[in-house]
């Protein structure tokens, strides 16, 4: 018997179906990109109410494709059953995946992000067929397992598949955890674009005692890198904060105290919006190093471009739907990292992103307040409904 099955047979029935389907799923230690039957459990349940469900293995990555219906339009709930490394265990209160609830949250790695919103997805699904099995449209999910990580076998996979099968998606609901204090305070309707940068300098390596028969590419960056640091890019927009530029890591050096290194590699990132172009990242960037003539290059690598989705039907309905369940009137954000929305967005989708507390996201001892569950599962339910039902 699992430590999930010995839990839930001491649990009382007051425990709610959205609160018991994450505990399971957060049971099952999927670090990314490993699954670990978390989305066989999800099939299970959407089966089971009338889904057809396809497995889609790429690599070492599980992807879920479900569908609800043939008809336009078609309303995917996406997101990811991966989670990100737990960390040291010993600094868990309790194991990392052995759900736990402590003064009314849900301890366990991914009850933040995003295994709560799935489970509340997908009782949200079975609540609304049960009493309109017959609606005007499609629903499905969408499923990886392929997010935290590398992200290219997941989500981008998955809408490869879809393009070639000629199957659009007009409304996406992405579970990441998007609001602030309480569930609903907040949905993002876009997300910035990343840009990663690996830069390497080349000097001349020789004895610290005769710096002048070295290079050294320490002394020759700091200018550079300090300018790029303090930079203004841009100053944003409407719908975007100014860009903004971290260095994640500087490696030089032979571990020797008496030489001076021949060579530096530096990691860097751009988090930026629609106010400035990527080829202009770039080439500003070039620029900086050209001006002090250092021996350098630059290797580039997208994360992901920005996108934004516009006032339209799916951001009016996500707004209608939290202010009925629970009366507040919802910020409007584009902030936070990279998702899964910047491979669904450029396919002409309305893309909004709405899930718990991002609070605990990434942390130890990671948490989600049970009653948020429960909460979020009522207004993805009044969503579909507005959407699929209401003229």
């Keep these: 018997m699992s430590y999930y099955d010995q839990l839930n047979n001491t649990m009382t029935d007051m425990m709610t179906e959205t609160l018991q389907l994450a505990m399971q799923l957060i049971a099952c230690p999927s670090i990314t990109p490993n699954d670990a039957d978390c989305q066989k459990i999800i ?18 990555v599980d992807n879920l494709f479900a569908r609800y219906g043939t008809e336009a339009p078609l309303i995917v709930f996406a997101g990811h059953t991966d989670v990100v490394p737990t960390g040291p265990v010993a600094d868990w209160m309790s194991p990392p995946f052995h759900p736990t609830i402590r003064n009314d949250y849900l301890y366990g790695r991914g009850a933040c992000d995003m295994k709560s919103a799935i489970a509340s997805m997908v009782v949200a699904a ?10 005007s449209g499609s629903l499905a999910f969408l499923i990886t397992s392929d997010e935290e990580a590398a992200a290219i076998n997941g989500t981008q996979r998955v809408m490869q598949v879809l393009k070639e099968r ?30 990663h940068g690996k830069l390497a300098v080349h ?19 700091m200018q550079a890198l300090h300018e790029l640091a303090h930079s203004e890019w841009d100053k944003g927009n409407e719908n975007f904060p100014p860009t903004t530029f971290q260095i994640t890591n500087i490696h030089s050096g032979t571990g020797a105290a008496n030489v001076i290194p021949g060579h530096l590699e530096a990691l860097f990132n751009f988090r930026f919006g629609t106010a400035v172009t990527i080829d202009e990242l770039k080439h500003r960037t070039q620029e900086i190093f050209n001006r002090r003539n250092l021996q350098s290059e630059i290797e580039w690598k997208m994360g992901g471009e920005p996108f934004l989705t516009s006032h339209g039907k799916l951001i009016n309905a996500t707004q209608q739907a939290i202010k009925d369940v629970t009366g507040l009137d919802v910020k409007l954000s584009t902030g936070g990292g990279t998702s899964d929305g910047r491979f669904i967005a450029p396919t002409g989708a309305e893309v909004v992103e709405l899930g718990a ?35």
């Design 203 to 221: 000097g001349k390596q020789g004895h610290v005692a005769h710096p002048h028969l070295a290079l050294n590419p320490i002394h020759q960056s």
């Design 166 to 195: 000629n199957i659009k998606i007009d409304y996406c609901i992405i579970g990441e955890p998007s609001s602030e204090k309480k569930v609903g305070d907040q949905i993002r309707i876009g997300r910035r674009g990343s840009l």
């Design 357 to 391: 507390s991002h609070a605990t996201a990434h942390q130890i001892d990671e948490c989600v307040n049970i009653h948020d569950l429960e909460t979020l599962t009522q207004i993805y339910v009044k969503l579909l409904t507005l959407l699929l039902v209401t003229k």
């Design 126 to 135: 079975e609540k609304f067929i049960y009493h309109h099995p017959h609606f």
């Design 43 to 60: 099939a299970d349940r959407l089966t089971a109410i009338g889904f057809t469900c396809e497995s889609l293995r790429f690599e070492d």
